[in-house]
């Protein structure tokens, strides 16, 4: 069974920074596309970013980019982004995904909180 937890989120003031990580397991990670999803409050949820099985390309929504960046370690089964310059609209509940949609396969996700 495809298995997938992220964590790292928690409590942040806006233009602070998060790394969040996700462990894989249960499929082939190494040559699987990976995404972020997020989830906010009384809001549907919301592909954040993609990356490509080899780790090129990225993708990013408009409203992350330059400001979120996605990575992954194969060797590791490992999934990861790096957010920078929080927003308190980024407040949401963040997810990894198999695919490019990130909506398949959607693991247990971690509460990212953007607040003075």
Not at 58 to 87: E, H
Not at 93 to 108: D, E, H, I, K, L
């Amino acid at each position: 069974d495809v298995q997938l937890q992220a964590s790292g989120g928690g409590l942040v003031q806006p233009g602070g920074s998060l790394r969040l990580s996700c462990a894989a397991s249960g499929f082939p990670f190494g040559s699987s596309d990976m995404s972020w999803a997020r989830q906010a409050p009384g809001k549907e949820p919301e592909w954040v970013s993609t990356i490509f099985s080899g780790g090129v390309p990225t993708v990013y929504a408009a409203s992350v980019k330059g400001r979120f960046t996605i990575s992954r370690d194969n060797a590791k089964n490992m999934l990861y982004l790096q957010m920078n310059s929080l927003k308190p609209e980024n407040t949401a509940v963040y997810y990894c995904a198999t695919g490019r949609t990130g909506s398949a396969n959607r693991g247990q996700g971690t509460q990212v909180t953007v607040s003075s």
